[in-house]
């Protein structure tokens, strides 16, 4: 079976490549075991959902991007229309690492990343992707 056949929709290439560290709105954390890329991007799109989903997300609540635009990933990385997710609540430790099961208050995320336009698949619940609308 090809990657083509399990991976969600790719967003259009025409929606640009944007840097997230200039979104004052979101919070990029890298993954200490990774090699830092030059800089973490994402198609515009899922920017702005994603801004609109910290929005909604009560004032303790804090999005992290871990992964963005990414190249040994799956498509709708390597296309930067996919990002891998965490959260900091209340300032305390950074969930920017991804155990089988979601950390505590997730619900609450999801709910947000839902309401702005994103999905996730069953069993990755930190890779959101735009739903198309
Ligand atoms: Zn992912």
Redesign the pocket.
Known sequence: MSDEAVDPPVMPSADPLLDVERVAALRVVRQSTSQPPARVALRSTVIDRLIGAQSLLPREFRLLVV?GYACP??A??RAGG???LGVQVDGGVETSSWPATAPPGWDTVAAALTAAGLVFPAD?W??WYPAIR
């Open positions: 992964v990933y799956p709708d990385h996919a990002v891998d990755a930190w890779h």
